[in-house]
C-alpha cells in the first residue's frame, strides 16, 4: 500500500477483555515501531521490530501488552485484560533501514482505545 | 532518561509572519532529529528532518540543529492558517533503541 495501515481505528472495550489492533507497514520497510499517545500528549515509545525480530520492547507499560511480527511484516499489538489506563491512541509507523537512527519514520492513522 | 522539552503554546501567529517553534533535548547522544505536524484527530505528519548542526530548508521550512547547545527549531515563513496544528519535536539516539522520543508538542494557531 501508498502507507501505513491500521486496524481497527476505533476499539471499545470493556475493562478485562483482550484487544489485538494491527499494523500493516510500507511495503519494503524493515522497521516497524508501536507507539502510545495519550491526549495532549506527544507519542510514547513502546516497542521496535527489525523484520521479524523484536529488538526493544523497553517501553512497554507491563506483562499484558504484547507484540509480535512473525513473518516481519504485519505486526499486532495484544493488550490483555485491558484496564481503563490502556485507553490512548495507539500507534504504529515504519522506516525503510534497519534502524540505524537516521531513518525517518512514517505513522499510519492510529487506533483510538477506549476501555470502559 | 531522555527528555524533550517544548512550550506547549498555544503560539498564535499573523497570517503571513515567521512562526518559530523550539525544541531542547536532555540527552548529547541524540543523533538525528524530526519535526512533526499533528492535526487534531490525526496521526503525526513528518514535515523536517535533520541530522547535522546548521539550517536545513524545504519550501516554507526552515528546521535549526545546535548540538552543543542541545537546540533544534523549527521556522515557518508565510504562515498560513492550513499551518494551524500542533508541532511535535522527536529525536533519536544513533545505534540505540531506535524508538523515537517526542515532545509533548506545541499547539501553533495562525491567526487570519
Known amino acids: 500500500g501508498a502507507g501505513v495501515s491500521q486496524s481497527p481505528r476505533y476499539k471499545v472495550a470493556k475493562r478485562g477483555q483482550d484487544v489485538a489492533l494491527r499494523c500493516d507497514p510500507i511495503s519494503g520497510h524493515v522497521s516497524l515501531f508501536w507507539y502510545q499517545q495519550a491526549l495532549g500528549q506527544g507519542p510514547e515509545f513502546l516497542t521496535y521490530f527489525q523484520n521479524e525480530a523484536q529488538l526493544d520492547k523497553s517501553g512497554l507499560p507491563s506483562d499484558r501488552f504484547f507484540a509480535e511480527r512473525p513473518e516481519g511484516s504485519v505486526s499486532t499489538l495484544k493488550i490483555q485484560r485491558t484496564q481503563q489506563e490502556d485507553s490512548a491512541v495507539y500507534l504504529c509507523?515504519?522506516?525503510?533501514?534497519?534502524?540505524?537512527?537516521?531513518?525517518?519514520?512514517?505513522f499510519g492513522p492510529g487506533t483510538r482505545l477506549t476501555v470502559l | 532518561q531522555k527528555e524533550v522539552e517544548q512550550n506547549s503554546g498555544p503560539l498564535s501567529v499573523p497570517e503571513g509572519a515567521i512562526a518559530s517553534l523550539n525544541c531542547t533535548y536532555s540527552?548529547?547522544?541524540?543523533?538525528?532529529f524530526f519535526w512533526y505536524r499533528q492535526y487534531s484527530g490525526k496521526s503525526p505528519e513528518l514535515i523536517m528532518s535533520?541530522?547535522?548542526?546548521g539550517d536545513k530548508e524545504d519550501g516554507r521550512f526552515t528546521a535549526q540543529l545546535n548540538k552543543a547547545s542541545q537546540y533544534v527549531s523549527l521556522l515557518i515563513r508565510d504562515s498560513q492558517p492550513s499551518d494551524s496544528a500542533t508541532y511535535l519535536c522527536a529525536v533519536n539516539v544513533w545505534g540505540g533503541a531506535d524508538g523515537l522520543t517526542f515532545g509533548k508538542g506545541t499547539h501553533l494557531i495562525i491567526q487570519p
Open positions: 535533520i541530522y547535522s548542526n
Open positions: 509507523a515504519s522506516s525503510l533501514g534497519a534502524g540505524t537512527g537516521i531513518d525517518e519514520q512514517f
Open positions: 540527552d548529547r547522544g541524540s543523533q538525528s
